[in-house]
């Protein structure tokens, strides 16, 4: 059977049909596999059953893996898949993954452990049809600035809430100060389209206050957030979301009053970002060697 790509959406997200990623594919099925993300940015895979040695299986015909995260513990046994389980926080802010290091990865996989009866679903927006949606003048801004990221900051919930295992969940996250400057306006490597690469570890503009760095940085996000550019993805039992960490942002909604909610990660490791005048992303804190290589 070839393998079948179904769009979901106009600017994000597609269904694969027609190949079993529970067994090792062929180049012709990676290749084809990897022009549809190029394509769609985010990749669902259903009836996948699959373990979390078959989940690193797949994801490693992308590339070499990284460990599950740079402070964060992963599945016991399994030093390369992290659990996404609403016990251990709730990501539900705008994010791309790990961007707060000098190399985020590439792509990332998400794989249904338990899913809530209601609620529970994975948004997906495609920073590249943000970056299109720009007005013109925004587009000319926007591809001269820079952006410090970090993880030592409290994205989800103010202090006055903090509780003592919320408080411990924090300091294992902050555990190792990570800060790095990336371009706003990504290239992406594979396909040269340009993506705005924010999210909520994008804490400041380089050469700007902390107050007009937050008036700026809103003002792109609203254009990354629009409906028009979000996959909404409802899970079901035994599903794979595959999408291009370099030219998108996820968030998941916490709609699903407390129920268990689990997921697994696996990510594969990412090149250094390129802005548009080809200047590479650099390091201003931290050391995140021994999270992940650096794809070539």
Do not use: C
Request: aromatic share 8%; net charge negative.
């Amino acid at each position: 059977m070839s393998i079948e790509i179904s769009k979901v959406t106009a600017n994000i997200g597609a269904r694969v049909s027609g190949v079993d990623i529970s067994k090792p594919l062929d180049e012709e099925q990676v290749t084809a596999i990897r022009e549809a993300l190029d394509v769609h940015k985010a990749l669902a895979f259903d009836d996948v059953h699959l373990d979390d040695e078959g989940q690193q299986a797949f994801a490693r015909h992308f590339g070499d893996l990284t460990t599950a995260h740079p402070t964060v513990a992963a599945v016991d046994g399994a030093p390369n898949v992290l659990p996404v389980d609403s016990e251990r926080g709730r990501a539900n802010h705008w994010h791309t993954d790990v961007t707060f290091v000098l190399n985020p990865p590439q792509a990332s996989t998400l794989r249904s452990i338990t899913i809530p009866p209601y609620g529970g679903e994975t948004l997906i927006a495609s920073s590249a049809a943000a970056y299109r949606d720009l007005p013109a003048p925004l587009r000319a801004l926007a591809d001269t600035l820079w952006a410090e990221h970090t993880n030592d900051y409290d994205y989800a919930v103010p202090d006055e809430q903090i509780d003592e295992e919320q408080a411990a969940q924090r300091a294992q996250f902050t555990s190792i100060k990570f800060r790095t400057a990336h371009p706003v306006v990504r290239v992406h490597p594979l396909t040269g389209e340009r993506g705005l690469f924010i999210g909520g570890f994008a804490q400041r503009i380089v050469g700007l206050s902390v107050g007009e760095s937050r008036t700026l940085l809103d003002l792109f996000q609203s254009y990354v957030t629009r409906p028009e550019n979000i996959l909404r993805w409802r899970w079901s039992p035994n599903q794979l979301v595959l999408f291009d960490n370099r030219i998108t942002q996820h968030y998941a909604v916490d709609n699903y009053d407390g129920r268990p909610r689990r997921l697994h990660r696996v990510t594969v490791a990412g090149d250094v970002p390129v802005g548009i005048e080809g200047k590479e992303s650099y390091s201003i804190e931290g050391d995140a060697s021994h999270y992940t290589s650096v794809a070539e």
